[in-house]
Structure formats: structure tokens, C-alpha cells
């Protein structure tokens, strides 16, 4: 499978539909006991169903969202299904469909990792999306999470540090 172009909800969507395997359960379901709130896609693989939210630029910058996120995580945990959250500036490729679902499928993806082509940096997130980011990144292989601290320091050299990076993360990553 190939995936043209920056993973959008859609596309990974479309992708982990096309997986042999994967008992796809649907698109904007419905969080139980919840009147307006809906998981992005979900789907089953053996026994466990997967939570899948592909989560823009705006679940960084809004601490509302991202409580509203947390709360969504919680309500699929008590029914002990498995949260996975893909960030925006992270591509679904051979390695990281392993990474996060543990499934061995070739992908082809012909996008970078990080910040290429998006002009939303960890300097617009709110202080709850900087703790986010921060966390996501150490979770991510090694070889990923390089991907990502050099497109920062090419935006770095391309805007300035103070556009790109937080205070709180210019030393870790500039």
C-alpha cells in the first residue's frame, strides 16, 4: 500500500480499512454517554478494538480540546479499548502502523515526518499541546523521533527559534 502526500484523517482512514485482518467498526462513532462527542474511527483486530483519533493542529493549541480529548480517552479505557492518537506532523508508514497497532503491512509513504509543509510549530501550541507534543515525541522510535527535531531545526533556521519552539523546549531541541 502506498500513501501519496501528508497523512490526512482521511487517508488513514482509508489505509487502515484496506488492511487484511482488521474488522473496520466505522468512522465518527459516538463516545457512549456523551451527546455531541464522536471517535474518530475504530476498528477491531483479534479481540481488541482500536480508537484511532488523528489529531490536527488545533488539538495542540486549544487546552479546551485537549480536555475534551482526555475525556474521550477516558470513556474508551473503561470499555478497555486501545487509544491510539496520531499527530499531524507523523506519516503512517511500514514502521509506525507497527509502531502504533502492532500490525506488519509494507506502506509506502512519500511525506516526511515533522513540520514540512505546515506553518503551525510547537511556538503556537498552548502549554497543555507543548506537555502533549512533548510526551508523543518521546514515545516515537528513535529514527522518527530524529525526523522530527530536524524538520524543527530547519524551521528553525528558516523563521527564528522564538517562532518555532517554546521557551521551555528551545534547549532540548534547537
Known amino acids: ?6 497523512l490526512t484523517q482521511k487517508k488513514l482512514e482509508q ?12 468512522n465518527e462513532l459516538p463516545v457512549p454517554n456523551s ?3 464522536r471517535w474518530d474511527m475504530a476498528f477491531k483486530l483479534g479481540s481488541k478494538t482500536f480508537i484511532v483519533e488523528y489529531d490536527g493542529d488545533e488539538h495542540y493549541r486549544n487546552s479546551l480540546k485537549i480536555k475534551t480529548d482526555n475525556e474521550k480517552d477516558e ?8 487509544v491510539i492518537r496520531v499527530p499531524y506532523w507523523i506519516q503512517i508508514d511500514s514502521k509506525m502502523l507497527y509502531h502504533y497497532f502492532g ?3 509494507k506502506i509506502q509513504q512519500d511525506f516526511p515526518h515533522g513540520f514540512i509543509s505546515t506553518k ?36 528553525v533556521k528558516e523563521y527564528g527559534v522564538d517562532y518555532v519552539l517554546p521557551s521551555s523546549l528551545q534547549s532540548n531541541l534547537s
Open 1 to 6: 500500500m502506498r500513501v501519496k502526500g501528508y
Open 15 to 26: 489505509l487502515l480499512k484496506n488492511i487484511s485482518g482488521i474488522k473496520w467498526l466505522g
Open 35 to 37: 451527546k455531541r462527542r
Open 75 to 82: 470513556a474508551a479505557r473503561k470499555l478497555d479499548y486501545k
Open 103 to 105: 500490525i506488519k503491512e
Open 120 to 155: 503551525i510549530f510547537p511556538a503556537s501550541f498552548c502549554e497543555k499541546g507543548v506537555e502533549r507534543f512533548r510526551k508523543e515525541l518521546e514515545k516515537l522510535p528513535i529514527n522518527v523521533k530524529n525526523k522530527v527535531i530536524q524538520s524543527l531545526k530547519a524551521r
